[in-house]
């Protein structure tokens, strides 16, 4: 028996676990400090009635023999695809149709399982820094060599440049917007030229909206396919956990247009070849729970939540801001991307926040090489501690 080698090829801890290992080390050493975490991008307000009164009924269905619901249509019940379709898109000005989406557990389990349909020898561009899970998923799938890193800096507002004419053309390029680490937000004149670009080359564009929800200005897109012809170019990966506060339910989905046509086949029936045979699909208790987002309750009660969010994020903006701090994002995302003091690295800095505030971040270099000299807070926690982080930032670090 011989292992998957590639698995050997990763980095040894994950970032999240050496955060809360040293974390959990300053605490023991100082059971007097009163730690506040804005460090994890986990939700932390509870699903809205309108999601609980779903799930109720959906239970008690589940307990009554004519109502009763065994396993689910491998792509999601249509209600539910349905309700995305019409709300998400259709109504949007975006013609897809339902066979386009298919539902699933999660966007980490989709970003990670959705490499099983591609060629171990495609390249596969990645932006630096990035939510982990893009780099991870593409050693463990054998591409290590295959990886062509985007810089993101301050320079370019944390924006990936196009590869330069001459340059090497990525089989596969992933885009996050508003994005994780960084905040960023994309314009739609922006995502054209890489829409372009993935035509013009025949790539793929493996677009990660997780963070949607976020956005509130129109002149940033919520879907890629907002640009003209991005359905013969991209994939669409969606989530409910930013959005509703799914993260301890799980709910996503991933949209695959027909369009989508490489070495002579669909893509789409590729995923859906995938998912029917390692995919049990999504629970109808968690199906009824996510088409409640949409209803007119549901829907207000998550904006209710949103804007708390954002609001946090808001507060730790201008607060690291009037601590003399430049920071980025913060407006159409719940992340703050905030330039760490000359003469620290991110994890040294991420230890003087500790020690002198109390206050936990994400060191901007558990995200990538770029990420080296910043530091992620996140606004999802509540608005008393955000506060109180932001007051003892203040106090520590303005001159
Ligand atoms: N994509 C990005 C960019 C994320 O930051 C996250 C979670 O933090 C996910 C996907 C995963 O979402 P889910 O909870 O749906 O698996």
Redesign the pocket.
């Known amino acids: 028996m011989k292992i998957n080698k590639n698995f050997l090829d990763l980095e040894e801890s994950y970032l999240f676990s050496t955060v809360n290992k040293k974390t959990r080390e300053f605490a023991a050493a100082h059971p007097e400090a009163d730690i506040i975490k804005l460090s994890i ?1 986990d939700v932390t307000r509870p699903l809205c009635p309108a999601v609980i009164d779903a799930m109720h009924k959906a239970v008690d269905e589940m307990a009554d023999e004519k109502t009763f619901r065994g396993y689910p249509p491998e792509q999601g019940y249509d209600f539910v695809r349905q309700a995305i379709l019409e709300h998400d898109y259709l109504n949007r000005g975006i013609e897809l149709k339902l066979d386009e989406i298919f539902l699933s557990d ?4 989709d ?1 990670g399982n959705i490499g099983d349909i591609f060629a171990t020898d495609n390249t596969v561009a990645i932006c630096d820094p990035v ?1 982990p ?1 893009y780099i991870d998923t593409n050693i463990m799938n054998g591409r290590k060599d295959k990886i062509i890193i985007l810089p993101c800096s301050a320079e370019t507002n944390f924006l990936p440049e196009l590869p330069a004419p001459g340059s090497a053309v990525p089989d596969i390029i992933y885009l ?1 917007f508003p994005n ?1 680490p960084t905040g960023t937000v994309a314009s739609k004149e922006y995502l054209k030229k890489w829409v372009d670009y993935a035509n013009a080359n025949h790539s793929l564009i493996l677009y ?1 909206s ?2 949607e929800a976020f956005i509130t200005d129109g002149k940033y897109p919520k879907s890629i396919y907002e640009i003209e012809e991005a359905k013969s170019c991209a994939i669409e ?1 969606r ?4 959005t509703a506060g ?2 301890g339910l ?3 989905y991933t949209v695959v247009p027909h369009d989508l046509v490489f070495d002579g086949t669909e893509l789409n029936k590729l995923w859906f070849r995938r998912q029917s045979t390692k995919f049990n699909g999504v629970s109808y208790i968690t199906q009824k729970a996510a088409e409640a987002v949409y209803s007119i309750e549901g829907q207000k009660q998550i904006q209710d939540n949103l804007s708390f969010y954002r609001e946090n994020a808001k507060i730790i903006f201008e607060g690291v801001k009037a601590a003399g701090f430049k920071a980025f994002g913060g407006e159409y995302s719940p992340y703050v991307w905030l330039k760490i003091p000359e003469g620290f690295t991110s994890w040294s800095f991420f230890d003087e926040l500790l020690e002198k505030c109390n206050v936990v971040g994400t060191p901007g270099s558990g995200f990538g090489k770029m990420g080296e000299g910043y530091l992620r807070l996140t606004g999802f926690g509540s608005r008393e501690r955000t506060l109180e982080a932001v007051e003892r930032i203040k106090k520590t670090f303005s001159k």
């Open positions: 991008g999660g966007a980490k389990s970003c939510y899970v996050c994780n990660d997780a963070y990966l989530s409910f956990s930013k799914f993260t799980r709910c996503g």
